[in-house]
């Protein structure tokens, strides 16, 4: 069935430094790649996301890159500060999104 | 717009009872999402729902659980009889039909004892 496997699952980093989250997705029918960040209390919320016609997209410090053809794509954060410390959700899913599938998540730690 | 409101934000049952989740969508969504997230499982979806039908309920795990949206602006999750394995943050989403991100609601926290 479909998966989207994530990595890494903890993430260390001192603040200032980038982060990189990569995933992987198994199904060729996606075109719709999300990514949420979930702050510990709260539900995940949308922060970017990327279309399979698109290979790179930016939003000030955040940065989505996809591959169509290896069937990955990556979060890119740079100059990161202590209040990006969550879990950080990448998903998957096929025009209309009502099959998402979510990676396991990664947690962040920015160290002040 | 408050977002996708969920209520209760915590419940502790007993084994046995039943559990009704609540969710308010945001006005003029017209897809509704119940997601169950575990620390095993990571985030799964139970069901969906399209202008207030049920489209798939395959993630549904038992007949223990049921979901209903009498309208456009409510929605519930109940859970009868609950379990222990049950406990678990039970998260509404919501999505307009134009747009592929999903707004979330804060989460109910299930615990049942």
């Known amino acids: 069935g479909e998966n989207v496997e994530q990595h890494p699952s903890t993430l260390s980093v001192q603040e200032g430094d980038s982060a990189v989250i990569k995933c992987t997705y198994s199904d060729s029918a996606s075109n719709y790649f999300p990514w949420y960040k979930q702050e510990l209390g709260k539900g995940p919320q949308l922060i970017i996301d990327i279309r399979s016609n698109v290979g790179e997209k930016k939003d000030q410090r955040i940065a989505v890159t996809l591959n169509k053809t290896a069937k990955h ?3 890119h954060i740079t100059e990161t500060q202590p209040e990006d410390s969550a879990v950080y959700f990448c998903a998957a899913s096929s025009t209309g999104g009502f099959k998402t599938i979510f990676g396991a998540g ?4 920015v160290k002040a | ?3 996708v409101i969920q209520s209760p934000r915590h419940e502790v049952t007993e084994m ?3 559990v009704t ?3 308010k969508p945001i006005s003029g969504h017209d897809y509704l999402f119940w997601y169950r997230q575990t620390m095993m499982r990571g ?3 139970l069901i969906y729902f399209n202008n207030n039908v049920p489209i798939d309920d395959s993630g549904m795990p038992e007949d223990r659980f049921s979901a209903k949206m009498p309208n456009a602006s409510f929605s519930t999750l109940k859970i009868q009889p609950s379990e222990p394995r049950d406990s678990a943050v039970y998260f509404c989403a919501s999505r307009a039909g134009g747009d592929d991100g999903y707004t979330f609601g804060s989460g109910t926290r299930l615990t049942v004892v």
């Open chain 2, 1 to 3: 717009d408050a977002g």
């Open chain 2, 21 to 23: 989740l609540r969710c």
């Open chain 1, 73 to 75: 794509f990556s979060l």
């Open chain 1, 106 to 109: 990664t947690r962040l730690f």
């Open chain 2, 16 to 18: 046995g009872q039943e």
């Open chain 2, 43 to 45: 985030l799964e979806l």
